[in-house]
């Protein structure tokens, strides 16, 4: 539940920085209809903007090809950040882009 009052809310540069920190991120979809589906992830944070791959095939993939909104979340109950926003596909030029510098 987020807090009423404002001075608790947490700082955007917090939620990047916790974002940027993960490996591991719950995505979830909706299909045309409207149906959700959530999954985990493997994704990275980088530069305001979350990177992640998957196939047309699995439900995410079919939902992301008709239904471009998607809501992005850390897996910590107790220090969560939720972002929601819309889809897109990514030149794998761009991809591997985002992956420069990771362990």
């Known amino acids: 539940m987020c807090p009423n009052d404002p001075k ?6 917090h939620a990047n920085n916790k974002l940027a920190r993960e ?3 719950w ?3 909706a299909s045309r209809l409207g149906r959700p589906h959530a999954a985990p992830i493997w994704g990275i944070w980088k530069e305001n903007k979350f990177y992640f791959e998957t196939d ?3 439900v995410k993939g079919r939902n ?7 809501v992005v979340h ?8 939720i972002v ?8 794998r030029a761009e991809v591997e ?3 420069e510098g990771l362990p």
Request: without cysteine; aromatic residues 8%.
């Open 74 to 81: 850390v897996m910590d109950g107790n220090d969560t950040v």
């Open 23 to 25: 490996k591991v991120y």
């Open 97 to 99: 882009s985002a992956k």
């Open 8 to 13: 608790m809310w947490i700082t955007w540069a």
């Open 56 to 58: 047309q095939n699995p």
């Open 84 to 91: 929601e926003g819309r889809a897109r596909g990514e030149k």
């Open 64 to 70: 992301l090809s008709n239904n471009q909104s998607i």
């Open 27 to 29: 995505i979830s979809t």
